[in-house]
């Protein structure tokens, strides 16, 4: 098992989900990273950020700042002191 | 498999990239997908322009010369205008400013090293209105808002006014409408008095219009720039036809609204909501997030929420939707408010852009909701009302003409009431939403007698002569509408007897 540190972000209003915290340091075992996110850190509303396995359209990933399109979406694999930035599109500017 | 777009060692390329290979790649280390625009293999940060894979640099090029082609081409903005953009915090606006920061400085220089010293140069500024009273923020969300604004925006005039401003007719308030404190109180009674939710949004979205308008008209403004996204209108585009707006529908969406005392131009309308924030994210360009009427509500709860959350779902399947509603909505005729005023030198280019001097309005003047200053249909103004036609009204109108004035949607979800509600409510309104209600019903009255003047009786008139004369006046109307009509001998008849 490998514990990764990433570093997650969050934007767009997405942070009020997360308690107004706008950038959290997590310890991640792998398997576990999605329950982590959804029992430790998302304070609220999880049917606005996680939708089954995934997230919810409208918000971009940003892995180490290239759009996880890019990178494979869920099949990416993360490593240490990855940064993954969460942006919410739906209420734009 | 060779892959066109981009050279991978082995590794899969992900959805942006058009070839098959479906291994998973690694994150870190350099993305296997190269940027298709720059020659020296930068590696690709995002997927723009709906499937090209892009460095941010290539990204934010796409983006502005969209930007720079949308003001060029439609003649949005001349070196003679002083533009105010209505910030929100948000990604959208804060790259607007941006881009007209560059666009300026590039005049600028251009302007300096010019010979004769004339060249001008476009003035900016931003607004920000602040909804705290209607959104019911907590006095110090409020305040760090402003202030986030304020230094954001540094070096360039920022105004800043509160939502209820609209209830005073320079700017500050009115004898009429009362102090400030008075003022707030009418404008948090006013959303309480509208029930339903896309009514309240709609509402406020008009009000911040007005507020940004009048700060416009006081500082000297001559254009209004709105961020408002491909993604945006075609949520817009959506939520109008779910509201049956589709008369009005063309009015909202185009590059040049001119129903407002000052011109409202939209530059951003073909570039996406993703590719701003994205870009906002990697130039580092703080925004603030504000939160809305329906922030954490279920998508359900407006139609404007779920038109969004729409758009949003059929973007992530296809990302030419958003453009694709954008240009399709584009094809209705717009109206005559929207011709824009285009430079010689890009006409030739684009005839589709000449000032169009007649489109809808050829017939009939344009007549406005009172509300959200929709273009009204002929059918959809309803007659006059018993109680608008009698001793007891005043010149400052009254209920029912705004009512009758006002488009189905806005009756139907912001001004329902009928009777002593309805007065009630209608003193809620702003001054300006009115008189400008007034105003539209008597200049339409006027309109309406000049078309049926020529079969209008004389006044004085009595006994026989009356009789004949109305007989007279009938046959001259139906001659009028008749003389290509099916049934030529009755005409003819007539034509004989008559004459």
Not at chain 2, 112 to 132: C, H, I, N, Q
Not at chain 2, 280 to 285: E, P, Q, T
Not at chain 2, 360 to 366: A, T
């Amino acid at each position: 098992m490998i514990l990764t540190d990433k570093e997650e972000e969050s934007w767009g209003g997405l942070e009020l989900l997360f308690g107004s915290v706008k950038i959290h340091e997590v310890d991640v075992p792998p398997p576990e990273g999605e329950t982590k996110i959804r029992n430790n850190l998302l304070k609220e509303r999880p049917e606005m950020f996680l939708k089954e396995k995934s997230v919810r359209p409208g918000v971009l990933v940003l892995i180490n700042d290239c759009d996880w399109e890019l990178c494979g979406m869920t099949e990416a694999v993360l490593e240490e002191k990855d940064s993954v930035v969460f942006i919410s599109t739906l209420h734009g500017g | 498999m060779a892959c066109m777009n981009c050279e991978t060692d082995g590794g899969g390329c992900g959805s942006g990239c058009s070839c098959s290979s479906s291994l998973p790649l690694k994150a870190t280390g350099a993305a296997s997908c190269l940027c298709i625009k720059c020659k020296d293999g930068v590696p690709a940060i995002t997927v723009g322009n709906q499937t090209e894979p892009m460095c941010a640099s290539c990204l934010y090029v796409s983006l502005l010369s969209k930007f720079k082609t949308a003001v060029n081409n439609h003649g949005l903005i001349t070196p003679s205008d002083n533009v105010l953009v209505a910030v929100s915090g948000g990604p959208a606006s804060r790259v607007a400013v941006e881009m007209l920061k560059e666009i300026r400085s590039k005049a600028q220089s251009d302007a300096d090293a010019s010979k004769d010293g004339t060249m001008k140069v476009f003035r900016l500024g931003v607004v920000y209105v602040d909804e705290a009273t209607v959104l019911r923020l907590p006095e110090s969300e409020a305040e760090a808002a402003v202030n986030s604004i304020k230094e954001m925006y540094d070096g360039i005039p920022v105004h800043t006014v509160e939502l209820d401003c609209v209830y005073g007719t320079d700017g500050l308030p009115s004898d009429e409408d009362g102090d400030s404190a008075s003022s707030k109180l009418k404008l948090t009674k006013l959303f309480e008095s509208v029930k339903d939710m896309t009514g309240k949004e709609d509402m406020l979205e008009l009000l911040r219009m007005q507020a940004i308008q009048t700060v416009a008209q006081i500082s000297g403004y001559t254009k209004v720039v709105l961020a408002l996204t491909a993604t945006r209108i075609a949520a817009k585009v959506i939520a109008a036809t779910t509201k049956g707006q589709g008369y009005s529908l063309p009015a909202f969406i185009q590059y040049l609204d001119g129903r407002w005392p000052i011109p409202v131009v939209l530059p951003l309308r073909d570039c996406v909501a993703r590719e701003l924030a994205l870009h906002c994210h990697i130039a580092k360009l703080t925004t603030i997030f504000v939160r809305g009427l329906t922030t954490m509500a279920d998508p359900r709860s407006s139609l404007n929420n779920l038109a969004h959350h729409f758009i949003t779902l059929l973007q992530e399947e296809n990302p030419s939707r958003e453009h694709t509603i954008v240009r399709t909505a584009a094809k209705l005729t717009s109206f005559s408010f929207n011709a824009e005023v285009v430079p010689p030198s890009r006409r030739r280019r684009n005839p589709r852009n000449h000032d169009k001097g007649g489109g809808k309005s050829e017939l009939s003047p344009e007549f406005l909701c009172s509300i959200c200053r929709a273009p009204l249909q002929s059918s959809d103004m309803s007659p006059q009302t018993e109680t608008t036609v009698g001793n007891g009204r005043d010149s400052s109108g009254n209920y029912a003409d705004m009512k009758s004035t006002c488009c189905p949607s806005c009756l139907f979800q912001i001004f329902p009431e009928d009777g002593v509600q309805a007065e009630e409510k209608y003193l809620l309104f702003p001054d300006s939403t009115r008189k400008a209600s007034t105003s539209t019903f008597s200049q339409r009255q006027k309109w309406m007698r000049s078309q049926i003047q020529d079969y209008l009786l004389p006044e004085e008139t009595s006994g026989l002569f009356e009789y004949q004369l109305l007989f007279l006046t009938t046959m001259k109307l139906l001659l009028n509408l008749h003389t290509t009509s099916i049934y030529p001998w009755i005409s003819r008849q007539l034509l004989n007897d008559v004459y």
